[in-house]
């Protein structure tokens, strides 16, 4: 007898499993840099027992209340450079959207494992380049901004795509190609993420896709938890920052594999 195949139809699961999942998402957003989305959506799928899309769309909607909250830390921490979050959100904001419509289009198969192969690779590049908290902001001029609003594309296409912030490609990138300090990184990206997870959500609302229910128990129990994650990352070194989340992020990218293949032998 053959398992059925991954429902593309809504789960309503338990409000304190959409609770655990915020908090985790939450801590690591502030500690991060990042918007959750990337450990919120394995733990939609393994705990909420969310499909990919699902899980991609209510994880997106629940970065709007904490990427505020956490970035709102680092602004009051003066670790923030507004001039490379405002040229990021104008090309996350575009890039958002088309990223949404391939969300509605593609095959779960193929979110599945790109989503992976997206951990991975972010994994490996956290733990090759160790940011230095000595550096500065970015200094401001044409050429910066047009290599903000570029990579601000790529971020956006991901972050609609997979339901991520986006901070996990955003602060290596701010950090190495940019020169930004890890702590001004993670603010940057904190804050460019609100315009586009707000578009991203807005259209996977039109489209469908997105439980709203699901995403305000996750949004409001990551914000909450988004402040002791911010704390954290104040007391962590670069280094240990750096390798902690590339573990998080192998460990999800090992669950997620280990799932895939069960469904495809199924």
Do not use: C
């Not at 733990?43 to 899309?53: D, E, S, T, V, Y």
Request: positive net charge; aromatic residues 6%.
């Amino acid at each position: 007898m053959t398992a059925p195949a991954e429902s593309e139809t809504a789960f309503r699961p338990s409000w304190w499993i959409l609770a655990l999942v915020g908090v985790i998402g939450g801590v690591l957003s502030g500690a991060f840099g990042v918007g959750g989305g990337i450990l919120m959506v394995p733990l939609l799928i393994g705990l909420a027992k969310m499909n990919q899309r699902q899980a991609a769309a209510t994880s997106l909607l629940a970065i709007v209340p904490t990427a505020i909250a956490g970035s709102a830390t680092y602004l009051i921490a003066g670790q923030m450079d507004v001039f490379a979050a405002l040229f990021l959100g104008i090309g996350g904001v575009v890039g958002s959207l088309y990223g949404t419509r391939l969300l509605k289009q593609l095959p779960l198969g193929v979110l599945r494992w790109g989503f992976i192969v997206l951990l991975v690779v972010v994994a490996i590049r956290m733990v090759l380049v160790i940011p230095d908290r000595s550096s500065g902001h970015l200094e401001p001029s044409v050429l910066a901004a047009l290599g903000l609003v570029a990579m601000g594309l790529f971020v956006g296409v991901a972050s609609g795509l997979f339901g991520i912030g986006g901070g996990v490609i955003a602060v290596p990138a701010l950090i190495a190609v940019f020169g930004l300090g890890d702590l001004i990184a993670k603010g940057t990206s904190l804050l460019f993420m609100i315009p586009t997870a707000v578009t991203g959500s807005v259209n996977n609302s039109r489209n469908g896709l997105v439980d709203v229910r699901a995403g305000l128990i996750v949004g409001v129990a990551a914000t909450v938890a988004s402040f002791g994650g911010a704390a954290l990352a104040f007391l962590m070194s670069p280094a240990v920052s750096s390798y902690l989340f590339a573990a998080l992020l192998l460990v999800s990218a090992l669950q997620l594999t280990v799932r895939a293949i069960r469904m495809r032998r199924a």
